[in-house]
């Protein structure tokens, strides 16, 4: 892919110049490419160049920023640049919320990402509250059993593991791994929930459970 975004990049600068909004899509792709690849250092400024591009063309509250706000701050999250994030994540919910309203799935996405930074902050008391409302709009909009849920249920079942409340954990994480065999194969969402769960069960002594859920095993 990332060949094929150099070159694409460089045929739209060339014909269209450096400031297009065809420029800004195309940098924000190939941020996120370095963001999902771990080279931070080289997604940090495509994303921000992008988000310039974006400002200059529908304005500093416009809905479409938002995708590259999130990218943005979740880099500088990884970078352990939390206040930088912070301040990002802030922004695209507060434009979303103006923009969107309070129960746009959208919204989810920014609530997740933020609660994920408190968590990484050791702000948990912060991260909990946005982790239900994050549920509570993508239940409803996505379905029970929907996929892009797994990563709030592993989160909340994480925070209840830092209290010791292993009962609270445990359905959350269960629910995670049943919607997970639904889909056609493995992922890297799958084998998160399975490593949480295993030191849930070693945590609660269940040592045959943990065994399995480190092989990846269902035994539920």
């Not at 309203?101 to 008391?125: E, F, K, R, W």
């Not at 912060?126 to 892009?148: F, N, Q, T, Y």
Request: neutral net charge; hydrophobic residues 40%; glycine residues 4%.
């Amino acid at each position: 892919a990332e060949p094929l975004l150099q070159r694409a990049l460089g045929i739209w600068e060339a014909k269209l110049g450096k400031d297009d909004p065809n420029v800004a899509m195309c940098l924000g792709t190939m941020g996120s490419l370095y963001l999902q690849t771990d080279r931070y250092s080289k997604a940090e400024p495509l994303l921000q160049r992008a988000l310039e591009i974006q400002e200059a063309k529908l304005g500093k509250d416009h809905p479409e920023l938002t995708a590259t706000i999130d990218n943005l701050a979740t880099t500088y999250r990884l970078m352990t640049q939390y206040e930088k994030a912070e301040s990002l994540y802030l922004r695209a919910l507060d434009i979303q919320e103006k923009k969107l309203g309070n129960t746009h799935p959208d919204i989810a996405d920014t609530l997740s990402c933020l609660a994920i930074l408190y968590q990484s902050m050791n702000q948990d008391v912060k991260a909990g509250p946005l982790l239900k409302r994050a549920l509570d709009i993508k239940e409803p909009a996505l379905g029970k059993d929907h996929p892009r849920l797994r990563g709030i249920l592993r989160s909340t079942a994480s925070l209840y593991m830092k209290t010791d409340e292993y009962d609270k954990a445990e359905p959350l994480l269960l629910r995670c791994m049943a919607i997970s065999q639904k889909l056609p194969e493995g992922d890297l969402e799958m084998a998160y929930c399975l490593k949480v769960l295993a030191v849930l069960y070693t945590q609660k002594a269940a040592y045959d459970k943990a065994a399995f859920a480190c092989l990846g095993h269902a035994f539920f």
